[in-house]
Nanobody, 121 residues
């Protein structure tokens, strides 16, 4: 019943900013970890940022610390990724992910279809 829809991707020049949104649907997300991943052509999909729904705990990949911020709107069930000081290496398809955890065990994983981010000179 979990569904994720990304939006907000586009083209931006080096040093610019974009904000991605992930609209989530489902009965409850109290035991979920929500994350953003990205995948560039010819590279593995990598973790970017995550947020724990229950207490807003956040975590970031070293490559984006200080530049990206993940947040949520609990009432609207939206996950945001604010991306500042963008670099060419940030160019990728960005995916929203929801991991359902029960007692430390992954019991469900859901993905959106992705949104393209292109950073150019």
């Amino acid at each position: 019943q979990v569904q994720l829809v990304e939006s907000g991707g586009g083209e931006v020049q080096t040093g610019g900013s974009l904000r991605l949104s992930c609209a989530a649907s489902g009965p409850t997300f109290s035991n979920y970890a929500m994350s953003w991943y990205r995948q560039a052509p010819g590279k593995e999909r990598e973790f970017v940022a995550g947020i724990r729904w229950s207490d807003n705990m956040t975590y970031y990949a070293d490559s984006v610390k200080g530049r990206f911020t993940i947040s949520r709107d609990g009432a609207l069930k939206i996950i945001y990724l604010q991306m500042n000081t963008l670099k060419s290496d940030d160019t990728a398809v960005y995916y929203c992910n929801a991991d359902q955890m029960e007692g430390g065990i992954l019991t469900g994983a859901y993905w959106g279809q992705g949104t393209q981010v292109t950073v150019s000179s």
